[in-house]
């Protein structure tokens, strides 16, 4: 088979960037081959996903050292709009990677591009639409999709250009359990298309079977290579020696079905010190009302979240799961107290907290942790939480989490992780008993991932009742006491998680 | 019934009802074909059902009518009734023109949008930077939600009492996860061929229907009525 991506001896460092994100890199692709690429953040795999399909060097300016060949196109003098047709890119972020506000458009966006006849690109829409069974996403607003369904559309749009080779970036990193399922079922047939297949990834477990060759990149080389085969017969403790998130992972979700009928779990029974909810009841739709707005109740219908009472443990990690759209993010702002309708109220160390009450005692570390940090130093964004300015606590704080030293730093400077850390920080700065988190770990690495989760215990081991809500099973049994299943808007099952 | 319009007949619409608001209204006859220009927004924006949007606005609008006619003569004066002079003179002479922007930008898709610019000639790159500019208002929203609930979180809806604080707080976040996005936005869209020489192609096809050719011939006529009866009948 002719080779039909040539990577020969490249280097590659960012404009402004000290040091080489890719060193002496060489590597050859078959066609149709399946590449998984694998390795810590910052390990240059995203780089290798921009030299092949000519972000770099073209829109990423750099130092670029050697030569990439991808279908006998030397991308160095290879515009890149006559890429679009040969290489597709699925990028990380579903918000950021549409063009189009609705799903028609944003399919034939490719294909109008490169300036097809209208009538083919009608002809790929429907095909590719047909393939992928998105007949019920057409003909919608993106804004309105979930993240999983954007990046289904990302996918099509792709396919749309009938590319031969297919880059994917870290594409599951957003993602629930049903959609991981669906990309899954995408990739298998790109592959049974012929299609050259390169995914980027630390989320590994849904990949098992379709894999050619898999590399596990390290500091801008390719550190090993291994046949799937070979890498996914891997024993648990070597895949944790080099680093890397589990092959195979515990289906809290399938256990969602089998335990439906125990209910709420006996284990609850057991915890003294608990923090209780009460009288959670919440619905996206508006209740009809004339000046004052009306609150929820339980019998109301269509409510999206409905629960009368619910026990937690005081001082635990309670690890909330559920498909996407079930309620979850739903449970977690009316519980910190966003959703002014949710008239729920949250008793904890025997004080009842009602209204706006519950936004003292509970904190939220949002996904996008970007839009919680508003000043220009970390010291300041922790102080900005502090009714009481303690400048001497803050440092003990800022030590504590393992940022002291860039605690002169503007915070947007700063990396992923550490951005998390300075909003955990000015969580515990503001006296919050109740820590919730959304998915603190998409997109991260093994390594951060288990710093993450050691940092939750140690919250929890000062007396912090952490709900953290996730989609990896992997995190759960890492640093998770319980796990809460919310399904429709109740409470499907609580229990301990065993060891 | 949903009105499918094309692109074209909504650039004239906003054009015309700007133009037509702006221009001072001096006779009954002249405020007359205002009011007409006004409706055809409106019920637009009912025959999308958006009733609520249609019904809010009319009675802003009429409410500053009545106002404008009723309450204030040549001999208003006061800081209240000057207060009402300007709430009617914003809403009668800017609203319509709003209303029917923002009727536009939510009932257009940016296919229909770039094709109908092509069609006109304009050139690509004002094409996809106006094109650009319709993506970003939800994204804009969407984004400024998620900040003020971290703002809400953190009791900050008020900046500890400075106005200033109050501002920068919501913009710094937002600018930069704009940035972010449209840095990532444009990656994306330059890997699908966006910005190259081809000639760009469209899937959807634009058919000025009949209800187009009703509306730009009523269009054009309101404008040479209202033009004819202020600067040139004696």
Same mark, same amino acid.
């Given at each position: ?114 300036? #097809? ?37 990302? $996918? ?146 269509? #409510? ?89 606590? $803050? ?15 503007? =915070?947007?400077?700063?990396? +992923? ?18 820590? #919730?988190?959304?998915? =603190? ?11 993450? +989760? ?8 000062? +007396? ?14 890492? $640093? ?20 | ?40 927004? %409106? ?31 040549? *001999? ?8 009402? &002079? ?21 009932? @257009? ?29 939800? &994204?804009?929203? *969407?984004?400024?939600?998620? %900040? ?19 501002? *920068? ?11 972010? %996005?449209?840095? *990532?936005?444009?990656?994306?869209? %330059? ?13 959807? @096809? ?29």
């Amino acid at each position: 088979m002719e080779d039909i991506i040539k990577i020969e001896r490249v280097s590659f460092k960012y404009k402004g960037s000290g040091a080489k994100l890719l060193d002496d890199v060489s590597l050859n692709v078959k066609k149709g081959e399946t590449i998984l690429l694998t390795g810590e953040s910052g390990s240059g795999k995203t780089t290798l996903i921009r030299l092949i399909n000519g972000l770099i060097p073209h829109y990423y300016a750099g130092e670029l050292e050697g030569k990439v060949t991808v279908d006998g196109r030397d991308i160095a003098k290879t515009e890149l709009y006559e890429l679009a047709g040969v290489v597709g890119t699925v990028f990380q972020n579903p918000r950021s990677q549409f063009f189009s506000v609705d799903t028609d458009g944003e399919i034939v966006f490719g294909a109008e591009n490169i300036g #097809l006849e209208p009538s083919e690109i009608i002809r790929r829409k429907n095909a590719v639409i047909k393939d992928m069974h998105i007949e019920k996403l057409m003909d919608r607003s993106l804004f309105e999709l979930s993240g999983g369904e954007k990046q289904l559309i990302a $996918c099509a749009s792709v396919s749309a250009l009938l590319p031969g080779i297919i880059l994917l970036d870290e594409p599951s990193s957003n993602l629930d359990l049903v959609a991981i399922e669906k990309l899954r079922k995408q990739i298998e047939l790109w592959k049974s298309r012929g299609i050259t297949i390169i995914i980027s990834e630390h989320r590994l477990w849904y990949l098992r079977d379709l894999i050619d060759r898999v590399i596990l990149m390290k500091r801008g080389a390719l550190n090993y290579t291994w046949t799937g085969d070979e890498f996914f017969d891997k024993s648990d403790s070597e895949i944790r020696e080099l680093r890397l998130r589990p092959l195979s992972v515990r289906n809290y979700f399938d256990e969602v079905i089998a335990d439906k009928s125990s209910g709420l779990s006996a284990d609850v029974h057991g915890i003294k010190e608990r923090v209780v909810l009460r009288d959670f009841y919440f619905s996206y739709k508006k209740k009809p009302h004339l000046i004052f707005r009306r609150h929820f109740t339980e019998k109301d219908e269509c #409510l999206s979240l409905n629960i009368s009472r619910l026990i937690l443990p005081k001082g635990a990690v309670i690890g909330v799961i559920g498909k996407n759209g079930t309620g979850k993010s739903t449970f977690l702002r009316c519980v910190c107290g966003l959703e002014n309708g949710c008239k729920g109220v949250i008793e904890c160390d025997d004080i009842v907290y009602k209204g706006r009450e519950r936004l003292d005692l509970s904190y939220m570390v949002m996904q996008d942790v970007n839009h919680q940090l508003f000043t220009d130093s970390v010291t300041e964004e922790v102080l900005l939480s502090m009714k009481v300015k303690d400048r001497a606590f $803050c440092i003990s704080l800022l030590d504590r989490l393992g940022i002291l030293k860039c605690k002169d730093k503007h =915070p947007m400077a700063l990396s +992923g992780g550490q951005k998390q850390r300075v909003a955990i920080a000015s969580a515990i700065a503001a006296n919050a008993k109740l820590m #919730l988190f959304d998915e =603190p770990t998409s997109g991260l690495d093994y390594l951060h991932m288990q710093r993450v +989760g050691e940092l939750l215990k140690k919250l929890a081991d000062f +007396g912090n009742t952490i709900l953290v809500a996730t989609h990896d099973p992997e995190f759960i049994d890492m $640093c998770c006491d319980y796990v809460l299943c919310i399904d429709n808007g109740t409470v499907s099952y609580m229990k301990r998680v065993n060891e | 019934m949903r009105v499918r319009l094309d692109p074209r007949t909504k650039l004239y619409m906003i054009f015309v009802v700007s133009l037509l608001v702006m221009l001072s209204a001096t006779t009954l006859f002249l405020w007359i074909v205002r009011i007409i220009i006004t409706l055809i927004p %409106i019920s637009l924006l009912a025959a999308e059902k958006r009733y609520a949007s249609a019904f809010l606005f009319s009675m802003a609008y009429v409410l500053a009518l009545v106002m404008t006619f009723c309450l204030i003569t040549d *001999e208003s004066s006061g800081f209240f009734k000057s207060f009402l &002079t300007g709430y009617s003179g914003i809403v009668v002479q800017f609203m319509p023109a709003l209303i029917t922007a923002w009727y536009v930008v939510r009932t @257009t898709k940016i296919g229909e949008f770039i094709s109908a610019m092509q069609k006109m000639h304009v050139p690509d790159g004002i094409t996809i930077s106006l094109a650009v500019v319709m993506r970003f208002f939800p &994204t804009i929203k *969407e984004e400024y939600s998620f %900040i003020c609930d971290a703002m809400k979180m953190r009791g900050l809806v008020l900046g500890g009492g400075s106005i200033i604080r109050m501002v *920068e707080y919501r913009m710094i976040p937002l600018l930069f996860s704009c940035v972010n %996005i449209g840095d *990532e936005l444009s990656a994306a869209a %330059i890997t699908r061929g966006l910005g190259g020489k081809v000639k760009r192609t469209s899937a959807e @096809t634009l058919r000025f229907s009949v209800f187009d050719r009703i509306l730009v011939v009523c269009f054009s006529a309101l404008v040479f009525v209202f033009i004819y009866a202020k600067y040139f009948k004696v």
